[in-house]
């Protein structure tokens, strides 16, 4: 996970980034499962959607991300008393064990190396309370390879690990078998995951914009995963 690659899409986040917190029906989605209360936002990045719903839900709310750019933009683009924004790592939260009732992710836990997910996801766990919730959208391996076989003639990926170079950098990305593995490693308790095809009326506007490509004739989508410790 490059600092710096990020850092430059800042200030153009919706221009050049999947947003899926903009997005009515995965913001609904993601609320309907929150567990009130102390709500960590793993990766938050610049976009202000989930925060000021979190708000509005009433959760006392600690936005997290590694680029010290995305969370000045975040800060400008919304503020609240029951919003804390922190410069952190999610390898390494700066938080202590069983801090938060919800930990979200939506498309944040995208390591440069396989083992790395393992080290986030434990962190995860770690910080939350007893049957706290972790409620991520993680982005699909098999999906983003067929959206840039699409994209692009000659895409790179790593079969092995699970890795797509996107946004100029290695990322790993998930299958459903993937999941299941991390969350058998970390020993959640239980967990559900369920595919959700990227085809609302926001999602293909932004992936066409993004990417050029009609997820109608090519359909795309993320594993939603719900989990209890």
Request: include cysteine.
């Amino acid at each position: 996970m490059s600092k710096k690659i990020w850092d430059k899409f800042a200030n153009k986040y919706e221009e050049e980034v999947l947003s899926l917190t903009k997005v009515p029906q995965r913001k609904k989605q993601i609320l309907a499962v929150i567990k009130k209360g102390r709500v960590l936002n793993l990766g938050t990045g610049s976009v202000p959607y989930l925060n000021r719903e979190l708000i509005r839900q009433k959760n006392k709310v600690t936005a997290t991300d590694f680029s010290k750019k995305m969370l000045e933009v975040a800060v400008h683009l919304f503020s609240h008393p029951n919003l804390e924004y922190k410069l952190a790592d999610s390898r390494n939260l700066p938080f202590s064990k069983g801090t938060f009732d919800t930990v979200v992710s939506v498309n944040s836990i995208l390591p440069e190396k396989r083992k790395e997910v393992y080290r986030i996801v434990k962190e995860v766990y770690r910080v939350l309370k007893p049957k706290g919730r972790f409620v991520a959208f993680l982005p699909s391996f098999e999906a983003v390879i067929e959206l840039m076989k699409i994209y692009n003639t000659k895409p790179r990926f790593d079969k092995k690990e699970f890795r797509v170079f996107d946004s100029g950098q290695w990322q790993c990305f998930h299958t459903k078998e993937t999941i299941n593995k991390i969350m058998k490693e970390v020993e959640f308790k239980k967990y559900k995951v369920k595919k959700v095809i990227n085809k609302t009326k926001e999602e293909v506007k932004q992936i066409k914009k993004i990417y050029g490509i009609d997820t109608l004739k090519y359909p795309t989508y993320h594993h939603f995963l719900i989990a209890e410790k």
